[in-house]
């Protein structure tokens, strides 16, 4: 027999999928850009600082693998939590899916609280171990010492924001980051060139922007405007922990090892080629973020819906929402670094002036970016297999692309190819996985539908 959902979750289970999809997506995609702005935000205007705008930006790019690994934390229980949550309200289980929402909340603070200490502790041996130079080294523990003081807000920011998008509330969750946005927006050239702040000044900003950004989510959740409320009696470590967990592994693996590849990056670069090359890397990093905002964007808004009728047994819709996913990621992506490749002078512009640097960035560019087209197969099925809850397929292609490929390309291919080889291992991993991905999709997808016909006929 088949389950009906108990609840029209806001029409996921009702509404027309390719409507309803893009409804979605577009606040989730302003959302995804307004979030991965404090990056690339606080990158041009410190490129910009007169004298130092170098050595500074290199500096943060050296600290951008710490920042990457706050955030995967965030990951790890948003994007496991909410795909839980969002099948629990499909299934009508408004209880257990605010256990979940209290469960993950709990979890953000303690993890908050340890990556606080230990970062704090060990910032400055880490930072050398990951790139640092003598020149950037200070500039790098400036910024550092004051972000971590908002590794909670950036926690509950990124972590919680993602309940909201499951209750299909993606307007209300692009409103979420835009607020802090805006006020990284006006505080950045503040601190940073009128109080004479600088990388410090970006830092604080930040802080500030992150800090009501998880305000306005905490308030909303705990609000009767949300479907699932956050309730004090609920922020406690409960058994819906595990679950949680095993489902965010898969986004945590990609972003903790996005991490260590933005660490061999700037190792490999600082000794084949210099700070020019760490510059360079960084600004190329910075534009594939806008790529990625739109990708993860549409993984976002497109994903509750994949989780919703998964869990109301609507197979039908399912299968439209994930036709949807692979459209939209390979699109996207094919579409965005196409841009990057045939301007790359034009985006290098935005963080430097410094020829040698903007010389570089157009003669990898091009190079680094040509796998994406393919690897958009990979991000709709990332997108899929984590709506349907399928945690072990999605951990596999995360460390395939990173672990088993990148990893071992960026170490081994400049012995040969010396510093152009660190900037073709990311298009060869890039391209295979998105094959690997296609292929193990395909009979995952299979499995699933016939188990699900095979239940409705009975």
């Not at 299934?91 to 929402?101: D, Q, S, T, Y």
């Not at 972590?159 to 927006?185: E, H, P, R, W």
């Amino acid at each position: 027999m088949s389950l009906k959902p108990h609840t029209d979750g806001g029409g996921m289970g009702t509404k027309p999928v390719a409507r309803l999809a893009l409804s979605m997506s577009i606040p989730t995609i302003v959302a995804q850009g307004a979030n991965v702005s404090y990056t690339i935000i606080d990158r041009m205007f410190i490129g910009h600082i007169p004298g130092v705008g170098d050595a500074a930006m290199t500096a943060v790019g050296i600290c951008f693998p710490i920042l990457l690994a706050v955030t995967s934390f965030a990951y790890l229980i948003g994007s496991g939590g909410a795909p839980r949550a969002s099948i629990e309200l499909g299934r009508g289980n408004f209880k257990r899916a605010e256990r979940i929402l209290g469960t993950s909340t709990a979890a953000l603070l303690a993890i908050a609280a340890a990556l606080t200490i230990i970062l704090q502790l060990a910032k400055r041996p880490v930072l050398y171990a990951f790139g640092a130079s003598d020149t950037t080294i200070g500039y790098a523990t400036d910024f550092l010492t004051v972000y971590l003081c908002g590794t909670v807000f950036v926690q509950l920011t990124i972590g919680l924001n993602n309940f909201i998008s499951a209750q299909g509330k993606t307007t209300i969750a692009m409103l979420s980051v835009l607020i802090g946005t805006g006020v990284s927006l006006l505080l950045d050239p503040l601190f940073i060139f009128v109080f004479g702040w600088g990388v410090r000044g970006a830092a604080a900003a930040n802080v500030i922007a992150q800090l009501i950004s998880s305000v306005w989510i905490v308030a909303f959740l705990a609000s009767g405007r949300s479907a699932i409320r956050l309730r004090p009696s609920n922020i406690r470590f409960t058994r819906v922990i595990i679950p949680v967990l095993t489902l965010g592994l898969a986004p945590f693996i990609m972003q903790i090892t996005e991490c260590l590849i933005n660490v061999v990056f700037n190792v490999g670069l600082q000794r084949y080629g210099g700070d020019d090359y760490v510059t360079a890397i960084t600004i190329i990093t910075s534009l594939m973020q806008i790529v990625s905002v739109l990708t993860a964007g549409f993984q976002q808004g497109i994903q509750p819906i994949v989780g919703y009728n998964y869990g109301a047994r609507l197979m039908d819709r399912v299968g439209q929402a994930i036709r949807m996913a692979f459209v939209t990621q390979l699109v996207s992506t094919t579409v965005m670094v196409s841009f990057l490749a045939a301007f790359p002078a034009f985006f290098a512009s935005w963080f430097t002036s410094n020829p040698s640097v903007v010389a570089i960035v157009v003669a990898m560019m091009p190079v680094f970016v040509s796998g994406w087209g393919i690897f958009g197969i990979q991000m709709g099925a990332q997108c899929a297999l984590v709506g349907m809850g399928q945690a072990k397929q999605s951990i596999f292609l995360a460390v395939f692309r990173k672990i088993i490929l990148l990893v071992p390309l960026a170490l081994a291919l400049p012995h040969w190819l010396g510093v152009s080889g660190i900037f073709l291992a990311e298009p060869i991993s890039d391209a295979t996985s998105g094959i690997v991905a296609g292929v193990l999709f395909f009979f995952t997808y299979r499995r699933i539908r016939a188990a699900a016909d095979s239940d409705s006929q009975q």
